[in-house]
């Protein structure tokens, strides 16, 4: 807020009583500089002493509003108002014109038809002399009130747009999270948990039963060209049971559409080279970007693929994707989006179109436009990462140092990275997740949809973690486990469409 100069309101005082021809008992109207030759003028009173501060002043009010106006001016509506009249709330606008001598006049919009004019130029008393109001041209005094009424609705509407983006900041993605099971269109989702969970315990026990009549396709998430480890346990233990695996080998920070057509290209190279169909695993963003590549060329790929898994993929949309893009809201101030281009494009090398396919506006619109097919063979896992103080002395596994003699492991505490984020969305929308991905945009309807109790964050199903519980199983067991149920999931869709 701006504290006015006592010296200000003093000639404010002053200025109503001069248009007004009135004085107070007792109280004399003293011009503010002296008339001509031969005018009987009493001394000046200590407010002419004072008048380079209140100019001062003047333009330096008047240089902060403008400039606060300038900050919000693309979030606020003018109106075509031309008097001080047309403001809502009137209140006392000023506005000074810097001279190159520094002396500057000053004019003041008091109230609706009250306005003074003094110029250090042509010293005249606002009492006795009727020209002094003719110092100013039409025009002057047009673009002067113009110019109050800008800052004055500028100001007003400053704070009708700073509400409005406070209430879309705080409800943020409240209205989004959720939105395929409340679509009437999508398909319903059947639970496979207790299926899986026995094919897990036979696992534990050393039955397998993948067959090795088909290959399996692991699609890493976003990021993980900078995770030298994204999958690497899980493509050891396949090929280790004689199962041909691969780790897809795309540009994860690029856009769903652009990976979408190099998994394409990948699955019709391991056709053509082995001659067996390909099961595929995408985690989080992988299952995204592997779901838009059976979409958008399904007729090509339709003898191809045997199934698809979707492990910890926001198939729906990611709140934090979107809440970070998200136009119109408080952190437009400091420019979050432009922070995650440079993040993105300077430091990563990728592109900021893959954040933004994850939000729920460009979801929606895919999902509507090329939705999976009905015959594909489906499963989606989700699961709600612990916020238990345990958590934070767990550190993941995710690269290693090579030295000269020995290997030393690189780790860091994704645990208590996921932990702090399951708790924000948790208090802020009231919904679990793994960290990353809400539990409710995890599942794709249509699909068998496997809910782990365990607590398993966003991370744990690529990294190992270092203090790994003897008797739980592992994230390469638990992916044998989810391809398992689809290849189950999958000759039950084919009985179905044989009968």
């Known amino acids: 807020m701006f504290r006015f100069d006592p010296t200000f309101l003093k000639l404010q005082k002053l200025i109503r009583m001069g248009e007004a021809g009135q004085s107070r008992e007792g109280e004399s109207i003293t011009p503010l500089l002296g008339g001509g030759t031969g005018d009987n003028v ?14 001062q002043d003047a333009s330096y009010l008047n240089q902060a509003t403008s400039y606060l106006g300038s900050c919000f001016s693309h979030y606020s509506e003018y109106g075509g108002k031309d008097s001080c009249n047309s403001i809502s709330h009137p209140h006392e606008l000023l506005r000074s014109t810097s001279e190159n001598d520094g002396d500057s006049p000053v004019s003041v919009c008091v109230s609706p038809g009250a306005r003074f004019s003094t110029s250090s130029e042509s010293p005249t008393s606002a009492s006795n002399s009727p020209s002094a109001e003719s110092t100013e041209t039409p025009s002057q005094a047009s673009n002067a009130m113009v110019t109050s009424n800008w800052l004055g609705l500028s100001g007003i509407s400053m704070f009708q747009g700073l509400i409005e983006r406070a209430l879309r900041t ?13 679509d009437p269109e999508m398909p319903p989702a059947e639970d496979g948990t207790d299926r899986f969970n026995k094919i897990l315990e036979d696992i534990g ?36 049971m004689g199962l041909a695996c691969h ?12 990976n979408a057509r190099e998994i394409k290209e990948y699955i019709e190279e391991l056709c053509w080279g082995s001659n067996k169909k390909v099961l595929l695993l995408g985690h989080s963003k992988g299952g995204i970007d592997a779901a838009a590549a059976l979409s958008l060329y399904w007729p090509d790929l339709k003898d191809k ?21 998200r136009d119109g809201q408080l952190g437009g101030y400091v420019n979050l989006r ?23 506006e460009r979801r929606k619109q895919f999902l509507k436009n090329h939705p999976l097919p009905q015959e594909l063979a489906t499963v989606s896992f989700l699961t709600e990462a612990s916020i238990s103080p345990a958590v934070l002395a767990t550190f993941s596994h995710v690269a290693q ?21 399951a708790q924000l969305l948790q208090v802020r929308y009231g919904e679990k997740s793994d960290g990353l991905v809400t539990c409710c945009d995890a599942e794709v309807p249509g699909s068998v949809v496997v809910r782990p109790k365990r607590k398993l964050d966003h991370a744990w199903m690529v990294y190992s973690s270092l203090n790994e519980a003897p008797l739980e199983a592992d994230a390469a067991q638990v992916c044998e486990a989810l391809l398992t149920l689809l290849v189950q999931v999958e000759e039950e869709k084919q009985r179905q469409l044989d009968s």
């Open 338 to 360: 432009k922070i995650m281009e440079i993040m993105i494009f300077k430091v990563i090398k990728g592109d900021i179109q893959s954040l933004e396919d994850l939000t729920y």
């Open 305 to 325: 693929v045997a199934g698809l898994v979707l492990a910890q993929s926001p198939y729906g949309g990611s709140p934090i994707a979107t809440d970070i893009l």
């Open 42 to 55: 009493a001394a000046p009173p200590q407010l002419v002493n004072s008048l380079p501060d209140l100019n």
């Open 205 to 240: 026990h050393g039955v397998h039963r993948l067959p090795n009549t088909v290959v399996y396709l692991l699609v890493p998430g976003l990021f993980s060209n900078h995770g030298p480890l994204y999958f690497v346990d899980t493509k050891t233990k396949f090929s280790k």
């Open 401 to 421: 140092a090579e030295l000269p003699l020995t290997k030393l492991p690189v780790v860091m505490p994704l645990g208590a990275a996921m932990a702090a984020c």
């Open 247 to 258: 780790i897809a080998k795309i540009h994860s920070e690029s856009s769903v559409e652009k």
């Open 170 to 182: 705080v409800r943020g993605s409240a209205d989004d999270i959720g939105w395929l099971q409340h």
